[in-house]
């Protein structure tokens, strides 16, 4: 019998409880992560495996959470490929740069990629070692449209112009590019797993920006070459993506065996179209984690409503904003434990 309730939840099978987790769920809404943050670098905090490890632990220690996620970024491969970038202050990433062109495709490096990540796999060991066996621990990448965008834009963008113009313009460049990022971010999730994940989440937030057919042409080949690798190891993969309403069921044959689902549909809709037996996470929208007790609660309750006999993990359409008040938090999680034993 499988202790943790999150791992039972993706696997299909009943718990006593909802698990739940937060997307960003280290971060600066934490003040001990501040801390860190005003004597360490971003890539500094990462790069350190005893700090990543500290990192991934604090908000283990604050809530009553059933996993965490390795303290990392999805623009960790970027350098271990060649492709040099920093987080300015304030700004987000910043690519020195940016990929796009067929010359700056060929020279991106795969060969002992993976093996230039190294720190994250010993984050993860140190994590597994003093984390208790009923919390998971999550592993990631981002999955390759997200990462291309990055890599192609060279920062954040609105409208990922230059993303899909070297879709529509330079097909085969576009092919290559997703090709190198597929196989980097595979051999780094199977890593991670050796090292102690017991699941892995592949983060494509931005692929909403696509329309239906430009991701069934462009991402899908490539997504589902990742989540058909990963499956083999029978560790189970979360795919989650933002803004995906309108292609849920393609990204859900893409692979994965938990869905991610942001709060712009309604749980109930996508179990009644993908079928009742799909695993899904989410979907509180994260300003709701801002919003007055009385109004956070009724949303969790809606939630949870929905969800009922369902195979569900309670989680936010998107990761946790910096602003958002810890007491709040502690009401969900409070919430989701009441509810558990009234069930
Ligand atoms: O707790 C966790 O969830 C684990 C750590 C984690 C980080 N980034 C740390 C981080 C995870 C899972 C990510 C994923 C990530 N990174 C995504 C996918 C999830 C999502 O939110 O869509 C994306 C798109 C990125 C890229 C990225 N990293 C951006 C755009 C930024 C700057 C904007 C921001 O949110 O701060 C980062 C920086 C970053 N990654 C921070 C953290 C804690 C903030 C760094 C700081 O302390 O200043």
Redesign the pocket.
Known sequence: MEESRFLRVCLGQPSDSTPVWF??????YLEEYRRL?ERYG?LELCRTPELAAEVTLQPIRRFDLDAA???????LPLDAMGVRFD?ARGE??VIEKPVRTPRDVRDLLVEGAESRLDYVYRAIDIVRSKLPSRTALIG?A?APF?VASYMIEGG?SRHFAATKLMMYEQPDTWDLLMRKISQVTTRYLLKQIEAGAQVVQL?D??VGCLSRQDYLDFVFPYSRSILSEIRKTAIPVIHFG?GTSTFLDVMHQAGGSVLGVDWRIELQDVWKWLGRGVVLQGNLDPVALLAPKDMLRERVNRILDQAQGHAHIFNLG??ILPQTPLDNVEVVVELIRKRALER
């Open positions: 997307m960003r769920q280290a971060g600066r943050r971003m996620i390795i303290f990392a970024d999805i623009l987080f987000g990433p990631f981002g997200t954040h983060f937030s931005w933002t998107h990761g």
